[in-house]
């Protein structure tokens, strides 16, 4: 019996899991989303020979990592490492401030998991991707 309750109850969290992002506007725009959107799109520049070369990669929870830091000369290291915490730091926002322009701050976190699986399924072949399995190219 308690089995049962327990996968019940697991149903209903998974279900409401999916009511919150399918009510969520996920193209909400608001000068802050644009902004941070802004930023990342100018930011891209610097980091798509890094996707390329598998340096990094998308992470399952909707950011990016250092993959393999030999991928990238030592003296480049400390300026990707500063890339890459810039870019994970507007994602966090990114993701906060639409939940809040939809009204429900408390849902940035199945925002951000929604984001992940975009950012994943659009990621470019050759590109690495992070899975429940590890880290996979695509």
Excluded: C
């Amino acid at each position: 019996m308690r089995k049962i309750l327990f996968s019940v109850m697991l149903l209903v969290v998974m279900l409401a899991n999916q009511v919150v992002v399918a009510a969520a506007d996920l193209e909400v725009n608001t000068p802050a989303i644009s902004a941070i959107k802004g930023s990342m799109q100018a930011r891209h520049a610097q980091l798509a020979s890094h996707y390329a070369s598998g340096a990094i990669g998308l992470t399952k929870d909707g950011l990016i990592a250092v993959r393999d830091a030999n991928a990238v000369p030592l003296k480049e290291r400390a300026g990707l490492n500063g890339v890459v915490a810039a870019e994970n730091a507007d994602r966090a926002k990114l993701y906060q401030e639409i939940a809040t322009a939809n009204g429900h701050p408390e849902w940035q976190a199945e925002i951000q998991n929604t984001f992940a699986s975009r950012w994943i399924d659009k990621a470019q072949g050759g590109w690495w991707v992070q899975g429940a399995g590890g880290w996979a190219k695509k």
